[in-house]
């Protein structure tokens, strides 16, 4: 992405939704007895995406055991704007938002199909909120690194759904409830960022030991999945003032506030599980949440 087309996405240069009648994505998907499950994925470094191991073993598995979606929508924490945008490109690209590493990750290619029509249907969900029809961006690693281990065959829409980061973490739990009706309708909603992330202080040397982790990262890995199993998400909104170590663990809450998104799409029924809980490099964590 050139200079020119970055300031466009992160200063809202998209197409706001149109009030025009649309056809409806979802008219002929019966609402199902039991609404898709909803994810919040770990998803670490950008190798995850080529590498066979544990984390994507897993996000593989799922792929395999949850209902075959009609589509995909994620949260990525590597799409930030102002203003809310979900992509509506019918073939979106392969975004590749990183630098440093082997060239096989550059080559890798996701040719999954987006969805004009559901993006302006996820748009309609917001009453009080303007939700940008986005041409520009497509699918950031964020998503690509996860879900071609779920979907290798590219067979199913993705649209990917934007962070404002000029808004508290309140106003993102709150947004993300208005999607919850995509659940019945056949959409697996996942958030991809990490729970624990501060890059900054990577003990690189330490990469490739199992499941090391500096204490206050697994002391607020620990927090969080307890409050998660609890369902005190007010605590998790106000995450600052959860423990000191906080400031370590989210130095920034890009990474975060997928969290915030899947959390406020649980429903009163659903099951909580935890998967990939592992620490990597000191102060990254791998967890996982799988809500229903």
Not at 36 to 61: C, R, Y
Not at 153 to 159: G, N
């Amino acid at each position: 992405m050139n200079r020119k087309d970055f300031i466009k996405t992160i200063l809202g240069g998209t197409l706001m939704a149109s009030t025009q009648p649309f056809y409806n994505w979802t008219k002929d998907l019966s609402e199902e007895d039991i609404s898709h499950p909803v994810l919040f994925i770990g998803h670490g470094s950008p190798m995850n995406a080529i590498e066979d191991n544990e984390f994507s073993q897993t996000w593989a598995k799922f792929g395999k055991e949850i209902p075959k979606p009609k589509a995909v929508l994620v949260i990525s924490a590597h799409w930030l704007t102002k203003g809310t945008h979900v992509t509506a490109i019918d073939i979106p690209k392969t975004i590749h938002d990183f630098g440093g590493f082997p060239q096989a990750l550059f080559d890798v290619q996701y040719p999954a199909p987006g969805s004009a029509q559901l993006a302006r249907e996820t748009a309609s969900l917001f009453s009080e909120t303007n939700v940008g029809l986005d041409h520009d961006w497509g699918l950031d690693h964020g998503t690509w690194s996860v879900v071609r281990h779920m979907y290798p065959d590219a067979d199913i829409p993705v649209l990917q759904f934007s962070i404002d980061y000029h808004k508290p973490p309140e106003y993102h739990y709150n947004l993300a409830k208005q999607l919850k009706a995509l659940r019945k309708k056949g959409v697996l909603i996942i958030g991809s960022g990490n729970m624990v992330h501060n890059l900054r202080m990577v003990a690189w040397d330490k990469l490739n030991e199992p499941e090391y982790g500096y204490d206050w990262a697994i002391e607020m890995n620990t927090i969080f999945k307890e409050r998660i199993g609890n369902g005190d998400f007010k605590a998790l909104i106000d995450y600052e003032k959860l423990n000191p170590a906080a400031k370590l663990a989210i130095p920034t809450p890009d990474h975060y506030y997928p969290l915030l998104y899947t959390m406020a799409l649980q429903d009163s029924k659903d099951d909580v599980g935890f998967f990939n809980d592992k620490a990597v490099g000191g102060s990254l964590t791998m967890t996982g949440v799988k809500f229903g």
